[in-house]
C-alpha cells in the first residue's frame, strides 16, 4: 500500500460544485501539503499544516479550503469549482527539516480534477 | 525568500548522450536541495538530495547533481541518457529552517529520441 494516499485519482465536476480530495497517510509525518500542478506552472504550494491545529496559506490559496482531521489526514475542498481549478493535485507529507532531516517532501499519486 | 529557476522547458537528448538539466536557487541560509522525476500519469519521486555532507550527489538510476556555492547552482547530469529517462524533472529548495516549505521550479522535461 502507498504510504500516502488520495481519493479520488480523477474526478471531472460542472462549475459551482463543492469538491474535497482526501489525502491519508501512513509515515506518521507531521508536516501535510497540497500542491497544484499546471503545465509549465510547476508544482505550487495551496496550502500546508505543520500539526493537527496548525494550518497556514501557501502561495495560492483563493477558492480552496483545508481541514486537518487527525495526523494523519488532510482534506483539500474547493467549495465551487471553477474551470481554472482544473489541475492536477498532490498531497505530500514530511518532517520538519533539521540537522537529520532535510524536509524532503513524499508525495501521493495525485489527483486529477476536471472543472466543466 | 528562496526561488528555483529551471532553465529550459524542454531539453531534447538522443538515446547515449550526456543530459545536462539546469537549476539554479536563490536562498538567504544555506538550503537543502532536490531533484524529484515525474514519469508519465504518475506521481513524484525523489531522485537525489544535497543535504551539505558532500557537494556531489548520487542519485536514482544513474544521475547525479554538484552544489556549487559560488553559482548557486545545482545541476543534474547523467553521462548516458535512456528512453526510460524521459519524464519531468524538477528542482526544488528548502531553505534550512524550521518553518520552510520547499519551493520548486517550472520543471523540465526531457525528451530522449532513439
Known amino acids: 500500500d502507498a504510504d500516502v494516499t488520495q481519493t479520488p485519482r480523477n474526478r471531472i465536476t460542472k462549475t459551482g460544485k463543492r469538491i474535497m480530495l482526501e489525502c491519508s497517510q501512513t509515515?506518521?509525518?507531521?508536516?501535510m501539503y497540497w500542491y497544484r500542478q499546471d503545465p509549465g506552472l510547476g508544482l505550487r504550494l495551496i496550502y500546508y499544516s505543520f500539526d493537527v491545529k496548525d494550518i497556514n496559506k501557501g502561495e495560492i490559496s483563493d477558492g480552496y479550503s483545508v481541514s486537518r482531521q487527525a495526523q494523519a489526514k488532510f482534506s483539500l475542498s474547493l467549495e465551487s469549482a471553477i474551470p481554472n481549478q482544473t489541475a492536477l493535485y498532490f498531497c505530500?507529507?514530511?518532517?520538519?527539516?533539521?540537522?537529520?532531516?532535510?524536509?524532503?517532501?513524499?508525495f501521493g499519486e495525485g489527483s486529477r480534477l476536471t472543472v466543466l | 525568500a528562496q526561488s528555483v529557476t529551471q532553465l529550459g522547458s524542454h531539453v531534447s537528448v538522443s538515446e547515449g548522450a550526456l543530459v545536462l538539466l539546469r537549476c539554479n536557487y536563490s536562498s538567504s541560509v544555506p538550503p537543502y536541495l532536490f531533484w524529484y522525476v515525474q514519469y508519465p500519469n504518475q506521481g513524484l519521486q525523489l531522485l537525489l538530495k544535497?543535504?551539505?555532507?558532500?557537494?556531489l550527489v548520487k542519485g536514482i538510476n544513474g544521475f547525479e547533481a554538484e552544489f556549487k556555492k559560488s553559482e548557486t547552482s545545482f545541476h543534474l547530469t547523467k553521462p548516458s541518457a535512456h528512453m526510460s529517462d524521459a519524464a519531468e524533472y524538477f528542482c526544488a529548495v528548502n531553505p534550512n529552517s524550521g518553518y520552510s516549505t520547499l519551493t520548486f521550479g517550472k520543471g523540465t522535461m526531457l525528451l530522449v529520441s532513439p
Open positions: 505530500a507529507t514530511s518532517e520538519a527539516p533539521g540537522t537529520v532531516n532535510t524536509g524532503e517532501l513524499f
Open positions: 544535497y543535504t551539505s555532507a558532500a557537494t
Open positions: 509515515k506518521g509525518h507531521d508536516r
